[in-house]
Nanobody, 124 residues
């Protein structure tokens, strides 16, 4: 099993920034890819960004490209989501997820391991 714990959410004004953390433990050798997803009230859970541990390949949703980055710290088994120039539309619960197969995927069903989520609220 893989355990994922997110942290770093909160309330921030529009134009501000936040950094979310996703710490992996357990069978971390199974976490080839870490993805970040978000779910706003009444909406489906959407892909935000993802990174492959090996090689560092990244992918970003068009809505966050140029504003969000996904750095990682291999020694700490932690992946971050650096969110800059935040907008009210970024308000959601953010989840990190892990998949034991190669390749960053945008489909949530390709990630068997999930964290509990952390709330991000951007005020206008």
């Amino acid at each position: 099993q893989v355990q994922l714990v997110e942290s770093g959410g909160g309330l921030v004004p529009a134009g501000g920034f936040l950094r979310l953390s996703c710490a992996a433990s357990g069978r971390t050798f199974s976490t080839h890819v870490i993805g970040w997803f978000r779910q706003a009230p009444g909406k489906q859970r959407d892909f935000v960004a993802g990174i492959a541990w090996s090689g560092g390949t990244t992918d970003y949703a068009d809505s966050v490209k140029g504003r969000f980055t996904i750095p990682r710290d291999n020694a700490k088994n932690t992946v971050y989501l650096q969110m800059n120039a935040l907008k009210p539309d970024d308000t959601a619960v953010y989840y990190c997820a892990a998949r034991p197969w190669e390749g960053v995927a945008r489909n949530r069903y390709e990630y068997p391991y999930w964290g509990q989520g952390t709330q991000v609220t951007v005020s206008s």
